[in-house]
């Protein structure tokens, strides 16, 4: 919390952070609500996601629903990001799967309304790639989305705010 102390409800949520595994966003239209993202790191190689509601405890908040699966059994690359949609309101959120030994390896897109999270798309663009030791970063105005694994490469892909899609792949090696 702000406080620096476990929010209530908040022990055990599933997560490591030793990358970019777990991003916080907003709550469409309710501003006292954000999710967490997160990924468990582990054999199982879920996605989940938790509710925190910061209107409970004099504004210290509480979570009100933790670890609920978004993604089961599919291994996902070391990162996850977001970015709010060109609606001002929603919000898209990002991960890529990676194995090691990856055949595809798609871009999971989410969109983040609302009325909950929907799958939109799984995208492959660009060339596979293989290792999950990676990291996304947007350009200032959200329409290029750069992606680094750990063995130096680097893609970098236009990006459209209104539909969530990637496009016109650039590999820098």
């Known amino acids: 919390n702000k406080d620096h102390q476990i929010m209530e409800n908040g022990d055990s949520t599933v997560g490591i952070s030793w990358y ?5 966003i907003p709550y469409p239209g309710n501003s006292m609500k954000f999710y967490l993202f997160t990924n468990d790191g582990t054999i199982t190689y879920n996605t989940y996601y938790s509710i925190i509601d910061l209107s409970f405890n004099n504004g210290l ?18 990162c996850i990001t977001a970015i709010k949609h060109a609606n001002g309101r929603d919000w898209w959120l990002y991960m890529r799967s990676g194995d090691g030994i990856i055949t595809n390896n ?16 799984l995208q492959n663009i660009g060339p596979v790639t293989g290792g999950s030791f990676v990291e996304f970063r947007w350009n200032k105005l959200g329409t290029k989305l750069a992606y680094v694994n750990y063995s130096g490469l680097i893609q970098v892909f236009d990006y459209d705010r209104c539909t969530g899609l990637l496009s016109n792949p650039i590999t820098i090696d």
């Open 61 to 78: 908040g509480r979570v009100i629903q933790k670890n609920v699966s978004l993604i089961v059994n599919v291994r996902m690359a070391d």
């Open 20 to 24: 970019q595994e777990m991003v916080i």
């Open 106 to 121: 798609p871009f999971y897109t989410y969109l983040v309304t609302p009325s909950g999270i929907f799958l939109d798309t």
